[in-house]
């Protein structure tokens, strides 16, 4: 069965990096573009970034432009989150999740913390 | 960036009572391959959201019938036709028209 499994998560100081990975299973990765999603503590759902089955395109929250990377390897079936530049309001945990056309598929990971606190 | 905006933000229902739960986008939702890719997500205590809906109204497999989505354009509905105590939880509609997707605020329903 389809599993995405999230790691990664964990306290960093302001302005420090983290990089969070998604190892997929159950399915042909390669063939399917992921997504990253988060919510903060308490809040609602904010989608993050976007990459292509091959990585050809990705796209990404204003919130996150210029400071978060995308990116995949589909020989690990795995996906990245290099998370850069990081401040409190990115505090949240940050879920994978599978793409269809049109959207977002029901496969989604368990979550992995971050938290951004001197 | 299409903002989604969702009424109410609570939501007290009766068991056995039906629910409803609205969602507005702030432009057209038709792509121009004429989809138009309205979702709806649950999210219960704890728990990582769930697709219900996709395309306005098509169930995701396993999506129990009493949920049903409807509308067009920049207008939305889920409804529950009997809440059950599983429904618990907050709602959201998320559209995948184009880049950036955007999630409305939520929807919490819980029971009287």
């Known amino acids: 069965q389809v599993q995405l499994v999230e790691s990664g998560g964990g306290v960093v100081q302001p302005g420090g990096s983290l990089r969070l990975s998604c190892a997929a299973s159950?399915?042909?990765?390669?063939?399917?573009?992921m997504h990253w999603v988060r919510q903060a503590p308490g809040k609602g759902l904010e989608w993050v970034a976007f990459?292509?089955?091959?990585?050809?395109?990705?796209y990404y929250a204003d919130s996150v432009k210029g400071r978060f990377t995308i990116s995949r390897d589909n020989s690990k079936n795995t996906l990245y989150l290099q998370m850069n530049s990081l401040r409190a309001e990115d505090t949240a945990v940050y879920y994978c999740?599978?793409?269809?056309?049109?959207?977002?598929?029901?496969?989604w990971g368990q979550g992995t913390l971050v938290t951004v606190s001197s | 960036d299409i903002v989604m905006t969702q009424t109410p933000l609570s939501s007290p229902v009766t068991l056995g009572q039906p629910a409803s739960i609205s969602c507005r986008s702030s432009?057209?939702?038709?792509?121009?391959?004429?989809?138009?890719?309205l979702s709806w997500l649950q999210q219960r205590p704890g728990q990582p959201p769930r697709l219900l809906i996709y395309?306005?109204?098509n169930r995701f497999s396993g999506v129990p019938d009493r949920f049903s989505g409807s509308g067009a354009g920049t207008d939305f509905t889920l409804k529950i036709s009997r809440v059950e105590a599983e429904d618990v939880g907050v709602y959201y509609c998320?559209?995948?028209?184009?880049?950036?997707?955007?999630f409305g605020q939520g929807t919490k329903l819980e029971i009287k």
């Open positions: 998320t559209q995948a028209t184009q880049f950036p997707y955007t």
């Open positions: 159950g399915f042909t990765f390669s063939s399917y573009g």
């Open positions: 990459i292509r089955y091959d990585g050809s395109n990705k």
């Open positions: 999740a599978k793409g269809r056309t049109g959207g977002l598929d029901v496969y």
């Open positions: 395309k306005i109204s």
């Open positions: 432009q057209s939702l038709v792509h121009s391959d004429g989809n138009t890719y």
